[in-house]
């Protein structure tokens, strides 16, 4: 089910990047999407670029922060709000994508469900999070007792919810989703023998996602 994604490490600014490994998730048929979390917009730019007749809706929760003439609109506000809403109005997607946005609700399962309903017959939701089991994390929890919030990155201190590779298939799954694949977004050391060291802790199954800071999903309505 898995497969990797290796990135150079960088800083990412929330309102500014872009993310090419989910616009390769964006289906070319999707003619509806929901961008959940859409900041800056550049994501949804990317996306009309990709397929100019889509018609695209976003959720932010920061007004002004989304450039305009990208979406057809913006619903502002808080996202465990707005999508049981706008499943309630019975609105339909090709695609919703959630961008580290699952990691800051109280509730996933209800937005997740709300999701689904709002799923067209074949449609898909694309979610990337963050992956607590990240050898960094686990070095500091194992080796120094240390369990500290963070600025950003994986420890982010507006995360409520924290997931690893198994626990993020179950709560799709429990919100009525199967999950079609978990992708690794890692990086890597460029080092050598220790980018050996690496590919061969990998090569055991129970450690494969050591290494990925996000994991990047796809799911679709359980039918």
């Given at each position: 089910m898995a497969s990797t994604l290796t990135l150079e490490l960088k800083h990412?600014?929330?309102?500014?990047?872009?993310?090419?490994?989910?616009?390769?998730?964006?289906?070319?048929?999707?003619?509806?999407?929901?961008?959940?979390?859409?900041?800056a917009g550049n994501l949804g730019r990317s996306i009309k670029a990709k397929n100019p007749s889509v018609i695209l809706t976003g959720i932010e929760l920061q007004q002004g922060i989304t450039q305009s003439g990208i979406y057809e609109q913006v619903h502002i506000g808080d996202v465990e709000k707005i999508i049981p809403d706008m499943s309630l109005n019975e609105q339909r997607f090709d695609c919703i994508i959630c961008t580290d946005v699952l990691e800051h609700?109280?509730?996933?399962?209800?937005?997740?469900?709300?999701?689904?309903?709002?799923?067209?017959?074949?449609?898909?939701?694309?979610?990337?999070?963050?992956?607590?089991?990240?050898?960094?994390?686990?070095?500091?929890?194992?080796?120094?007792?240390m369990w500290e919030y963070e600025k950003e990155g994986i420890m982010d201190?507006?995360?409520?919810?924290?997931?690893?590779?198994?626990?993020?298939?179950?709560?799709?799954?429990?919100?009525?989703?199967?999950?079609?694949?978990?992708?690794?977004k890692e990086y890597l050391p460029t080092q050598a023998v220790k980018l050996f060291i690496v590919g061969i802790i990998k090569r055991i199954r129970i450690f494969r996602d050591l290494f990925a800071f996000q994991l990047i999903v796809v799911a679709t309505k359980r039918k």
């Open positions: 990412q600014y929330y309102y500014e990047h872009e993310r090419g490994e989910i616009l390769a998730l964006v289906p070319n048929t999707a003619r509806t999407v929901l961008d959940v979390g859409c900041a609700l109280n509730d996933v399962w209800k937005v997740l469900e709300a999701a689904s309903n709002m799923l067209m017959p074949d449609g898909i939701i694309i979610a990337s999070l963050p992956n607590i089991r990240h050898i960094s994390i686990m070095k500091q929890l194992v080796l120094h007792g201190k507006t995360h409520l919810r924290f997931f690893t590779e198994r626990s993020v298939k179950k709560v799709f799954e429990d919100s009525g989703l199967d999950v079609r694949s978990i992708q690794f």
